[in-house]
């Protein structure tokens, strides 16, 4: 390309508590090669924003506006849960991108978001073979579900690891204390679908000397055998705390909750596994319970976040744009662990190939042969990945986090219906 | 008291993040005063240490670690959930309860909990005039509820609204950031079986853009009001958060969600509104929701706490000493504030009597006219309360939290069958 191009950067998926640091990552290092990028444009609402010309100039933002973003969770720009057809399926959507494209010198395409979104960046970056449009994809990982493969870990997690972590610990102090005479079992759902890593992070306080039961998606889910664990646990110590992913479902495949309603990729909306099984001990044990399901609030509680995950998802977005300045397409910049102790990485380089629609599932080892809690391995593995903490800026007791401008591009297209 | 008489401290009712930081204050305050106090003795398990001889030697414990429960969430020693029946009714608790004090020459009573608790150290109180024995009872006030009367607050409480404010600001940013093609309300369910102050915390963040409609168990659910709310709130914004008090019911007083059982007080256990209230907005507006229950995680939440809080409650453990060691018993310390900007209180004195079975509910000039809502007398009630952050230390990732030796003073009774 010998013109300079403008950045399209977007964000998809659920959101997180570290995607905005990618994006401060993103846009810095564009500004700070302004003679090989010009402007970053964002999706308004993700690829949608691409398809329905909906940019945001993010040059209207001061420097002091872009560097808050690394402290404020949430998706900046706006997300969307939408995922591209196939160029054979839908056409027109590619078309389009490429009109938009064309209209705003758009060469390099960023995309933040996990596995489904992984796939729609490697479509775009199908396009200059297939479509002869010159563009430069690049995936940025993130996902709270740690579930892209070739990568040690995706931004996100981190940060909703070492809250699981903190609050399972908090919660089980509190049952500790009460179980006595009241509540002897606490139950705590946590997101993962598929993966169990965020339920994993719950096992990090069995070190703590808390009594802990984890069930994993991974797992097929045994209720004689999980009661008969529980009541074990509740006899020798007095009280339990037990952490349940979404995703536990039964050999059958039902899920242990399921709300009946399905989002844009057709999955499940799940939750409310928590208080399933919290009545299930109830009813089998007769132990007074409670439960919580932390929801949104694990994945946007940037008041608690890893420090290493802020700086590994900041620098992966800075490493996206470096990839694109060097000329690279089809590519996701990736964590790769060199050791554990000291904790050690460096930022690589995954084929989008390789990434998209590839599924990452806890390891066998890194679950125990009950599959009711975590090994050494898996504690090795996550605890460098909830060191340190990078708190916000408060004012008047609450989190300063930032609300930008987001001031759109004027629009050159006709509309186009979604 | 010519004879140094040794103290009895024992925490009750649900815990809290700051509860153990005025055990703290109890505890490091008899210390400094060992002319006056001997030992500090706590119950194991509240009340029911006293009644079955289960007595923990504090000063087993080192300064370091008594320094250490500041910043532990949780009741260190044990909490209860055991109402001690009128003197009429049981005398024969009462009975053994001045055996015990006797055999370990215990002439102060320290109890910290919420409005149930001050009714039984107000009993405690009346056991010098009614049955003959030198004992003087202070409440130390403690209830994430607020619901204590006189108090202008109750220690945990400031924490707990801290807690729900922020995780009320960051989810709603999550929940903006997908609405344009999924979640568009987000419902969190927060404790507050009678009295909406913790719900209250959530309107906080209105101040920060995020469109939020609150339901206090003050006022009746009227389903068709509130959707007409959300609908228009999400039309207006796109998105909207419910901040649902689990207290919340009908008009019959029916609780939103019951789980059919009751506790040792015989309260109806409690939670599921949150489901309940998503559930409502699906079938009516057809919205994609999220929903939460905080439960124990934010009355646990040491992580997050309000420096006002921790600092509060560690003033009145201390106070509450100052008071027996002037020669009080039947009292309260209180917090009263003389002024919200700058934010002043002074610590005061209350009359158990005063206190015990007294609920304190939000004032109807607190919450909006519509009933969805805090007034900005309710917010400059709020604010400073949440001030300031108390950050334990952390290791591995995790919050130091100390855990006692609790060593067991020797027994010198037979045993008490509760």
């Known amino acids: 390309m010998a013109k300079k191009m403008n950045a399209f950067y977007a964000q998809s998926g659920g959101v997180t508590a570290v995607i905005n640091a990618s994006a401060c990552g993103v846009i810095e290092t564009a500004r700070r090669h302004k003679d090989k990028i010009g402007k970053v444009y964002a999706g308004r609402n993700g690829i949608i924003g691409a398809l329905t010309e909906e940019l945001i100039d993010t040059t209207k933002e001061t420097d002091a506006a872009i560097a808050a973003l690394r402290s404020t969770p949430s998706g900046a720009f ?12 839908n056409k027109r ?6 009109e938009v494209f064309k209209a ?11 596995g489904d979104s992984a796939d729609t960046c490697f479509k775009i970056s199908q396009l200059s073979e297939q479509m002869g449009y010159p563009i430069q994809a690049i995936h940025v990982p ?12 995706c931004p996100g997690f981190g940060s909703v690891a070492k809250y699981i972590a903190v609050s399972t610990l908090e919660a089980s102090y509190d049952v500790r204390s009460m179980a006595k005479t009241s509540t002897k079992v606490f139950v705590l ?27 994993f998606p ?45 989002d844009a990729f057709g999955h499940a909306q799940l939750g409310g596994a928590a208080p399933v099984v919290a009545n299930m001990i109830k009813d089998a044990l007769g132990h007074k319970f409670h439960w919580a399901v932390a929801d949104y609030l694990q994945r946007a509680a940037r008041h608690i976040a890893s420090k290493t995950d802020v700086k590994q998802a900041y620098e992966l977005g800075k490493k996206a744009v470096e990839l694109a300045i060097a000329g690279h ?11 554990d102790v000291p904790y050690k990485y460096k930022i690589g380089m995954a084929d989008l190939k390789d990434v998209a629609n590839v599924e990452k599932f806890m390891p066998r080892d890194f679950i125990t042969r009950d599959g009711f809690g975590i090994t050494p391995k898996c504690k090795r593995y996550l605890t460098p990945l909830i060191q340190g903490e990078d708190y916000p800026k408060y004012q008047d007791g609450l989190p300063v986090y930032v609300t930008l401008k987001n001031v759109a591009v004027a629009k050159k297209l006709p509309t186009f219906k979604l």
């Not at 959507?93 to 490429?98: D, G, K, P, V």
């Not at 993130?142 to 870990?153: E, G, Q, R, S």
């Not at 993962?192 to 808390?210: K, N």
């Not at 952490?243 to 709300?259: I, K, M, N, R």
């Open 104 to 114: 705003h010198n758009i060469g390099y395409f960023f995309y933040n978001g996990g």
């Open 218 to 262: 991974e797992i097929e889910f045994d209720q004689k055998k999980f009661l008969a664990r529980v009541n074990k646990l509740v006899k020798e110590h007095g009280y339990c705390t037990v952490v349940v992913s979404e995703g536990c479902h039964y050999p059958d495949g039902t899920f242990l909750a399921e709300q009946g309603t399905r």
């Open 329 to 339: 397409n089809s590519v996701m910049p990736t964590v790769d662990r060199i050791s």
């Open 78 to 89: 706006g997300s969307c849960r939408f995922k591209l057809k196939s160029l054979e399926a």
């Open 189 to 215: 759902e946590v997101m993962g679908r598929h993966a169990g890593w965020i339920a994993a992070a719950g096992g990090l306080v069995e070190d703590h000397g808390i009594p802990v039961v984890i069930l």
């Open 93 to 98: 959507e590619y078309t389009r991108l490429i």
């Open 142 to 153: 993130k996902t709270v579900d740690n579930d892209l493969p070739i990568t040690d870990c």
